[in-house]
């Protein structure tokens, strides 16, 4: 298992869906995850520590965890198939008992940014989907890659929401 952090989000340009990027604590590796509008959202309100006047829903299951004696002690993004991540949120209650759920990488994700829980990732999905940020010779572009992320704003993803509904409804 290796540690990944989120490195932030970023828009696919061909098809605007966006995605998670997570990296290893050396930064020498990038996973990239596509995900929905709405993980993507709630992920860069946490990093950007942007509050709501009401929970949102991953706010919500923070609340009920915690509620009920347990804590997220961390995830595992842990198999990929045809393009497909898989990931388990790990629970535990004040007597060491860990309860396994399945989830979907970006909700598990956007859980565990809000408790600071470690996100793990098996070697099976990095050698399957991960991108080398180490060589010299592309550090200009992943430092560039690295600034896009940075720059993306939660708003960029309501324009982007309006401008799909409005192709759709124009087809």
């Known amino acids: 298992m290796i540690e990944m952090k989120v490195m932030g989000i970023a828009l696919d340009t061909r098809t605007g869906s966006p995605i998670v990027v997570l990296h290893d604590i050396e930064n020498r590796r990038a996973l990239p995850i596509w995900i929905g509008s709405a993980e993507a959202s709630s992920i860069i309100r946490k ?32 198999d990929v198939e045809k393009e497909t991540y898989y990931a388990t949120i790990f629970l535990e209650d004040s007597e060491n008992k860990v309860i396994e759920i399945d989830s979907r990488p970006s909700d598990a994700i956007a859980l565990a940014i809000r408790v600071d829980a470690p996100i793990y990732v098996t070697s099976n999905v990095l050698a399957s989907g991960s991108v080398s940020t180490d060589s010299a010779k592309d550090e200009q572009e992943a430092q560039e890659f690295k600034n896009f992320i940075q720059s993306i704003k939660p708003s960029d993803f309501e324009k982007l929401m309006k401008e799909r509904d409005q192709y759709e409804s124009d087809q």
């Open 47 to 78: 990093i950007e520590n942007l509050g709501v006047a009401r929970p949102m829903t991953h706010d919500l299951l923070i609340s009920i965890i915690e509620k009920t004696g347990y804590k997220l002690n961390k995830i595992e993004i842990n």
